[in-house]
């Protein structure tokens, strides 16, 4: 398997784990995350190579937006994981001054009903989830989104 499709295949398994990234917010500025990110953190167990290495460990993966993860990509880019991990807090507390308290907020808020609907979908295509609890969690959705 080459790496290119071995990467992919990870990360369609890490959105099986850890849902959609889109459903998280982002870890650095709590805006809506767009990607799953490598953090460096397990250097001796990385595959892959260039723009295309992981690990098969879903705690080394924070969800990021798209801006975030530019930055995160280019900063790893040019610095070793020692000095990555001295710019990390920096770089996270410019992304989150960027973003308003009032957006963090409604996403935290929303991320609690994506959540709970996309877990519920997941486990009736599974067929582990009775037809009541989608509804329930389908009107509860209609509802906050209706406001």
């Not at 990385?46 to 280019?74: H, I, K, N, R």
């Not at 880019?77 to 308003?100: G, I, M, Q």
């Not at 957006?103 to 009736?124: F, N």
């Not at 582990?128 to 989608?134: F, G, L, S, T, V």
Request: include cysteine; charged fraction near 25%.
């Amino acid at each position: 398997m080459s790496a290119v499709t071995a990467y992919r295949e990870w990360h369609r398994a890490l959105r099986t784990f850890k849902l959609s990234a889109d459903l998280h917010p982002c870890d650095w500025c709590g805006d809506w995350a767009a990607r799953w990110c490598y953090d460096g953190s397990r250097a001796t167990a990385e595959q892959g190579s260039g723009a295309f290495v992981f690990v098969e460990d879903s705690s080394a993966y924070m969800p990021l937006c798209d801006s975030c993860a530019g930055t995160f990509t280019a900063a790893r880019r040019r610095l070793s994981y020692a000095e990555l991990a001295d710019a990390v807090p920096e770089l996270a507390r410019a992304a989150r001054d960027n973003v308003s308290a009032f957006t963090r907020a409604d996403v935290l808020i929303d991320t609690a009903k994506r959540r709970e609907y996309a877990a519920a979908a997941q486990m009736t295509r599974l067929g582990k989830a009775p037809q009541a609890a989608i509804r329930a969690t389908d009107a509860l959705l209609r509802h906050a989104y209706s406001n």
